[in-house]
Nanobody, 115 residues
Framework: QVQVVESGGGLVQPGGSLRLSCSASVSIFTIQDMGWYRQVPGLQRELVAEISSGGGTNYAASVKGRFTISRVNVENTLYLEMNSLKSEDTAVYLC?????????WGKGTLVTVSS
């Protein structure tokens, strides 16, 4: 059973920064695409950022220039660096991995941007 676990969420003031982490129970070298979605109750799940095994990235227009996704193979970890946070970034952030044709999700970590 593949497990995906996120961490790093919390409460931050507008304009602040947070770094989310995501680790999987399998080697990152067996993972193809990885990424982050976010979910606000009552709204559709939204893609935030994704990164391929080759390092190619894709960002939602709403976070481009503020968020940076990276995968550190030696740490077996995916990161999402979030800067200049806004109240509308408040959501549960979910990590996913794509491995051999299957997608696995974490349970999410809550990010709250509020003064």
């Amino acid at each position: 059973q593949v497990q995906v676990v996120e961490s790093g969420g919390g409460l931050v003031q507008p304009g602040g920064s947070l770094r989310l982490s995501c680790s999987a129970s399998v080697s990152i070298f067996t993972i193809q695409d990885m990424g982050w979605y976010r979910q606000v109750p009552g709204l559709q799940r939204e893609l935030v950022a994704e990164i391929s095994s080759g390092g190619g990235t894709n960002y939602a227009a709403s976070v481009k220039g503020r968020f940076t996704i990276s995968r550190v193979n030696v740490e077996n970890t995916l990161y999402l660096e979030m800067n200049s946070l806004k109240s509308e970034d408040t959501a549960v952030y979910l990590c996913y991995i794509d491995r051999w044709g299957a997608r696995y999700w974490g349970k999410g970590t809550l990010v709250t941007v509020s003064s």
